[in-house]
């Protein structure tokens, strides 16, 4: 069954007909050709398919794509404007915050939820918010750097 | 623009691709005309395969092509076998099905949706036969064999040339090392320690998953894009298997989601180029997260280790058995258990051994190569060892490994000589980071702590390991008419950063800014030859082809110089991206310009290393360098309970010389955590040979929330002449200590031993326990 949905992603007004189960990282990566966020467990747990749907970190392997009609979407690509990339980008490699750079997309998004919920968290808090988003080239120190560095905590 | 240089940190050459998500890995490539491939898998461990009918499955609209056994059995143009060691592997099973997950048939169709339907309407019969599914059980006299036969390859990798296959028995390989008189130096010892360690199997958990496109044209020109670490290795087995010459393969890599050892040799790409010849269009494979499971594996091990010491704490004797679960197919296992036999001894001074370690063969998912195989096994017993045997003695850990450890000049198990050895400043290193010395703290109570039940403890441990020798790597640069460089080599962008380290050599030689050099991805059509990307080879072998080849570019430009400006060779030098004459100096655009007459023209540079079986000193040689490495850790341990806590981690890697000081200490502490991981919480659970957590809610990886406060990676640096700039290889060595540094730490705290990974809560609650109702 197909159905028609309206959305916002990255600035752009979009209008899409999508198959009933078609997942909201299915839809912006095949639909759209957004492929920044990856699919990494398929099961909401690694974080590699974070995309922010109304400014909120969202698993997008595990939400259907006609639940977000009418939502507002960023993924990783409509971040950076076309000559200056976002302060988490730029400390991002600035500390060296990446390496195979699969979840790197991921960890940035959801990173920006938390400076956007809490501008000053403590390490505690950026802990926590980042939990569900595995690295598995290790770099959660650096990220932590990162993270912390553009919060000026 | 700044000069490149060595080590500086400069910012990766890929980072700005990545952090806007622009950067292409397979899965979001896609080619014209491609259709989508499935794959059938086994239910059972092991089972003979009675029937299969795939006649409903290609009457699915859609479907172009269903893959069995019978197609590959009876085409002319395919060798059904395959293997990087043992040719025990087939594309689809033939016989047998011998693990679960082994695939057995695939489906190529125009949507995901009409593959998945397609699988489903596949009818297989089975005959189950009995499993064997641990290496005890395996190794039993009269255990049902996995294998009845192992075809051999014409040819094979040089160093495991000896390594065969026990016949009618589940031992894949055998590897002996013996040396000096066992007998005699166990009636020399004045203790004798023996234990029994064991780890599980774990999963490389890359977050990027095996994919595939593969693309058959009607000629039989095979191009594949693959998610491989040895793209040169694939090219040689779809050679081999689809009966073509290597230059009718093309494999073209991007960059990988990671890689750590699991995407080394062919793993989906057998089967997909069938799939995409039988489809008659190219075909792309993704594997799901379970299938990754199913495919790569690291090896579990048993390892029983004897050894006599002498009341000083001097090694005089060490007995050996490491038996390696290697699944159901032989992949680089035979490696995995010569490198395990070849560091049991350790980092130590021990002149009598007898080391028998063994690869063996079981109904469950094939293990490979993960980073730092086989020594990650060894050095579990052998440091933790260490450790109890420094606790009978009353000597201190860290000295009982400064007396008996390698240094400059000691000779190796194999009795070649050992050079830049950097194991005792490792060992300072980390042991100064978590305060060793600080007795009072260590082993006590933790001060202000609300439970008076926390114990701290302090633990440390150490490595040596070899990297693959023989080997090659070639590398080729191009001068740009306007003197910007292109690098070309077979090196895998897996997130090690290699891209940014061969462009710091050649910038550094030709004294170039870093952004006028272009390192391109690896396309095996375009590229010159390299064995892989793994064993922590690249830097110290690809980077030194890239200054080689960037020295030729020199040397060529020199010439040039002396030809057109009638200038002695002598006067001729290079300052700062400049030629140096006489009178004057030139830019190197004003001499492309000069030779060529044009703004045009290439000069192209080349550059080669191949390391030997015989080293400097004439001897035979199983490394072209060495790997030296400790790490030491400090715990919480809450004595009621069991739990703990990792405090702090050091780890110090020899880098030789760290070329990109940021990169370095990324790839330390990111091999630290997954060492973390492995010995704290990762394991592949089996029930009956099912897996029972293929997924990544069960198979717990580590979190930031795991993280310890601390992770101190430190370099340290004996420069080995030969490497580029002196430099090593570092990928893999921090990762070993880690779990023998934290069972040695909780050791310390409460006293108890685990000599099982990974180290778990109940384990030491369990162990305590114990402790109390002794008398």
């Known amino acids: 069954m197909k159905k028609t949905i309206s959305l916002r992603v990255n600035g752009l007004e979009r209008s899409v007909e999508v198959e009933a189960r078609t997942t909201l990282l299915d839809m912006v990566r095949e639909q759209f050709g957004l492929t920044g966020a990856k699919l990494g467990c398929d099961i909401q747990v690694c974080g590699a398919c974070t995309l922010l749907v109304d400014g909120k970190p969202i698993s997008a392997c595990s939400v259907l794509a006609v639940d977000v009609d009418g939502a507002e979407i960023l993924t990783i690509e409509g971040l950076s404007k076309k000559d200056a990339l976002h302060p988490l980008q730029e400390a991002f490699m600035e500390f060296g915050a990446l390496q195979c750079g699969y979840c790197t997309s991921g960890f940035i998004l959801t990173a920006k939820a938390l400076l956007e919920e809490c501008p000053r968290p403590s390490e505690q808090q950026i802990r926590d918010y980042l939990a569900g988003n595995f690295c598995r080239c290790g770099c959660y120190q650096e990220i932590m750097q990162a993270v912390k560095n553009v919060a000026g905590s | 623009m700044e000069l490149a240089d060595i080590g500086k940190t400069f910012r990766r050459l890929d980072y700005e691709t990545k952090v806007t998500g622009r950067a292409?890995?397979?899965?979001?490539m896609s080619v014209p005309g491609m259709c989508h491939g499935k794959i059938l898998r086994s239910p059972y461990p092991h089972a003979r395969i009675k029937r299969i009918d795939a006649s409903k499955a290609l009457k699915v609209p859609g479907v172009m092509a269903v893959l069995t056994r019978d197609d590959i059995l009876h085409d002319e143009g395919i060798e059904p076998y395959y293997g990087p060691v043992f040719k025990d592997q087939t594309i689809v099973a033939v016989e047998k099905v011998r693990h679960v997950g082994d695939p057995v048939a695939a489906v190529a169709a125009l949507t995901v949706d009409a593959a998945e339907e397609a699988l489903k309407l596949i009818e297989v019969d089975y005959e189950e036969l009995p499993a064997v599914l641990n290496v005890d059980d395996s190794l039993k006299p009269g255990a049902t064999l996995v294998h009845e036969s192992v075809k051999l390859p014409a040819s094979g990798f040089a160093d495991l040339a000896e390594l065969k296959p026990v016949e009618g028995t589940n031992v894949c390989t055998h590897f002996r090392l013996t040396r000096g008189d066992i007998q005699k130096g166990f009636a020399e010892a004045d203790h004798i320690f023996e234990d029994t360690f064991t780890l599980p199997a774990t999963q490389h958990s890359f977050l990027e998953t095996h994919a595939c496109i593969a693309s058959v044209d009607p000629g039989g020109r095979i191009t594949v894009w693959a998610t491989t670490q040895n793209p040169f290795v694939v090219r040689t087995q779809l050679a081999n298997i689809f009966k073509v010459p290597v230059a009718k393969v093309r494999v073209i890599v991007p960059y990988l989601g990671g890689g750590y050892g699991g995407k080394v040799y062919p793993k989906v790409e057998p089967i997909t180029v069938a799939l995409a010849q039988k489809a008659g269009r190219p075909v792309r494979v993704v594997l799901s997260r379970e299938e990754v499971f199913y495919t790569i594996t690291k090896h579990a091990a048993v390892i029983r280790m004897k050894t006599g010491v002498k009341k000083d704490g001097t090694l005089v004797a060490r007995e050996c058995e490491i038996h390696l679960d290697t699944g159901a197919y032989a992949e680089i296992g035979p490696r995995v258990a010569k490198k395990s036999g070849y560091t049991a001894a350790g980092p130590y001074r021990i002149p009598n051994l007898k080391i028998d370690s063994y690869s063996v063969y079981t109904n469950k998912p094939p293990a490979g190569a993960f980073r730092g195989f086989g020594v990650s096994q060894s050095a579990w017993a052998v440091e933790s060892q260490m450790d109890i045997i420094a606790a009978a003695l009353k000597i201190d850990p860290l000295e009982l490994r400064k007396q008996n450890g390698y240094d400059e000049g000691d000779k190796f198990v194999t009795e070649e000589t050992l050079r830049a050895v950097g194991l005792k400043e490792c060992l300072d290193e980390v042991a100064k980071s978590i305060g060793w010395e600080d007795k009072t703290f260590k082993s006590s109570k933790v001060q202000g702590s609300k439970?008076?039940?926390?114990?701290?403890?302090?633990?440390?441990?150490?490595?040596?390991?070899?990297?693959?020798?023989?080997s090659i790597s070639s590398a080729v640069v191009k001068l740009n008419e306007d003197a910007s460089l292109s690098i070309y080599t077979g090196t895998v962008e897996m997130g090690q950063g290699s891209e940014t380290v061969l462009a710091q050599i050649a910038g550094k030689e030709l004294a170039i800014p870093l952004q006028t050099i272009q390192v391109l991805g690896v396309d095996t059509d375009?590229?010159?030859?390299?064995?892989?990307?793994?064993?922590?080879?690249?830097?110290?072998?690809?980077?030194?082809a890239v200054q080689l080849a960037a020295q030729d570019i020199m040397r060529q430009l020199k010439q040039i110089v002396v030809k057109e400006y009638g200038v002695p060779e002598d006067k001729v030098t290079f300052a700062d991206g400049k030629i140096r004459l006489p009178e004057t100096q030139l830019d190197y655009a004003e001499v492309m310009f000069k030779r060529f007459g044009m703004q045009g023209g290439t000069l192209v540079g080349e550059g080669q290393v191949k390391t030997s079986v015989k080293n400097e000193f004439g001897e035979k040689s199983t490394s072209a360098f060495w790997f030296l490495a400790a790490g030491a850790a400090e715990v919480e341990v809450d004595v009621d309970t069991g739990k703990f806590k990792l405090i702090k981690?050091?780890?110090?890697v020899d880098v030789g010389k760290a070329l990109n000081p940021l990169g370095c200490r990324q790839q330390l502490a990111g091999a630290a955590i997954t060492g973390i991981g492995q010995a704290m919480f990762e394991e592949i659970a089996y029930d009956n040979g099912q897996l029972i957590n293929p997924n990544l809610v069960d198979y717990v990886l580590p979190s930031l929330g795991d993280m310890p406060p601390v992770i101190d990676p430190i370099c340290v640096e004996v420069p080995d002449r030969n490497g580029p700039f002196g430099a090593k290889g570092i990928g893999e060595s921090a990762l070993i200590p880690v779990a023998p540094a934290i069972a040695n730490a909780v050791f310390d705290a409460v006293g108890v031993r685990i000599k099982d990974l990974p180290i778990k809560a109940e384990k030491i609650f369990l162990a305590l326990e114990e402790t109390k109702t002794k008398p």
């Open chain 2, 24 to 28: 292409q890995y397979l899965a979001d």
């Open chain 2, 451 to 470: 439970s008076e039940n926390i114990r701290r403890g302090k633990g440390i441990a150490c490595m040596i390991k070899a990297t693959i020798t023989p």
């Open chain 2, 526 to 544: 375009v590229v010159p030859y390299d064995l892989t990307t793994s064993s922590s080879r690249s830097t110290f072998h690809m980077g030194k």
């Open chain 2, 649 to 652: 981690y050091a780890t110090a």
